[in-house]
């Protein structure tokens, strides 16, 4: 018998803005570029946290550096821990306020701000949904 060592999947804690304009009425999606993972899909604004970072200083960082606007980031929604095919994430995310700056695409193809009833004409990975659940819950 050969046993064949399966490699451990990545794992990488990533954190979520959910930024809502001054109304709180709309919140900010973004649409991945058309290669990589996940390409074309529509996610919420975040990534990976770096060794030393804190959860809030992660997301106001990969908000400025995505979309070029200024957020303070607020409350907790929710963890989510979710395994893809190849990776394994933890999502850790929060609300956050518009402070300052028209968004631009940078770092994705497109942006819009959507209400959360819009949210479901957009196709978001599959750990988003509860997210998505989680506003509904608790606005
Ligand atoms: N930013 C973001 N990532 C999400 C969401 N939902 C979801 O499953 N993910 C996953 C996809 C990716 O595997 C991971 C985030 O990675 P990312 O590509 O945004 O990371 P990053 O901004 O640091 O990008 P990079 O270093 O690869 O350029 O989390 C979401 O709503 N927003
Ligand atoms: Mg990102």
């Given at each position: 018998?050969?046993?064949?060592?399966?490699?451990?999947?990545?794992?990488?804690?990533?954190?979520?803005?959910?930024?809502?304009?001054?109304?709180?009425?709309?919140?900010?999606?973004?649409?991945?570029?058309?290669?990589?993972?996940?390409?074309?899909?529509?996610?919420?604004?975040?990534?990976?946290?770096?060794?030393?970072?804190?959860?809030?200083?992660?997301?106001?960082?990969?908000?400025?550096?995505?979309?070029?606007?200024?957020?303070?980031?607020?409350?907790?929604?929710?963890?989510?821990d979710h395994e893809?095919?190849?990776?394994?994430?933890?999502?850790?995310?929060?609300?956050?306020?518009?402070?300052?700056?028209?968004?631009?695409?940078?770092?994705?193809?497109?942006?819009?701000w959507v209400t959360?009833?819009?949210?479901?004409?957009?196709?978001?990975?599959?750990?988003?949904?509860?997210?998505?659940?989680?506003?509904?819950?608790?606005?």
């Open positions: 018998m050969t046993n064949v060592a399966i490699p451990p999947k990545k794992y990488r804690r990533i954190g979520v803005g959910v930024v809502w304009d001054r109304d709180r009425q709309r919140i900010l999606i973004d649409r991945r570029l058309p290669e990589g993972e996940l390409a074309g899909y529509w996610e919420f604004p975040g990534g990976k946290i770096e060794p030393d970072e804190d959860v809030a200083a992660c997301i106001k960082r990969e908000v400025q550096e995505e979309l070029a606007i200024e957020v303070e980031v607020g409350d907790h929604l929710i963890t989510i893809y095919e190849t990776l394994k994430v933890s999502l850790i995310v929060h609300h956050c306020r518009h402070i300052s700056g028209e968004p631009q695409a940078i770092a994705c193809s497109e942006i819009l959360v009833d819009d949210l479901d004409s957009y196709q978001l990975p599959a750990a988003n949904y509860q997210i998505v659940q989680a506003l509904r819950n608790k606005i």
